[in-house]
């Protein structure tokens, strides 16, 4: 069996609560209506891999992020944010302002938090829990 994800940005879509397991660990739900009833709709996941952007990130989510402005004392953060259901938050950011830290963290890098998972670390390029192939 492989993984399923629904992808869908179109307002006639109704994206359902995806599963209280987290990101990519369930298949992801929506409806569309068609004839005035609800038809469940699935679709392959598009990637298995973390991207390297937070545009390609929003393309596979079907949503855009949210951007969180720099602070005096985090200038080039560049944060992103995306909560695709309430226990899911997926962030991107970087921090070139702790010039003694290992690079991966200058660089951008993502956090996932899921239930029981708070603030897991990785990098571009690494597999997705659930989707990717090492997982």
């Not at 739900?29 to 390609?56: C, H, L, N, V, Y």
């Not at 302002?97 to 938090?113: G, N």
């Amino acid at each position: 069996l492989s993984t399923l994800i629904l992808i869908s940005c179109s307002p006639k879509w109704a994206t359902a609560k995806c599963s209280q397991s987290g990101f990519g660990e369930s298949s992801w739900r929506s409806w569309e209506t068609i004839q005035g009833q609800p038809r469940e709709i699935w679709k392959p996941a598009s990637r298995t891999t973390f991207p390297s952007t937070a545009d390609e990130m929003g393309d596979f989510l079907g949503f855009p992020g949210t951007k969180r402005p720099d602070g005096p004392t985090t200038p080039g953060r560049d944060k992103t944010v995306w909560q695709p259901n309430a226990d899911t938050k997926i962030t991107l950011e970087r921090h070139p302002y702790h010039p003694d830290a290992p690079d991966w963290h200058r660089d951008y890098h993502w956090h996932l938090d899921t239930p029981g998972k708070k603030h897991q670390r990785f990098l571009p390029g690494d597999d997705i829990p659930g989707l990717g192939g090492g997982n």
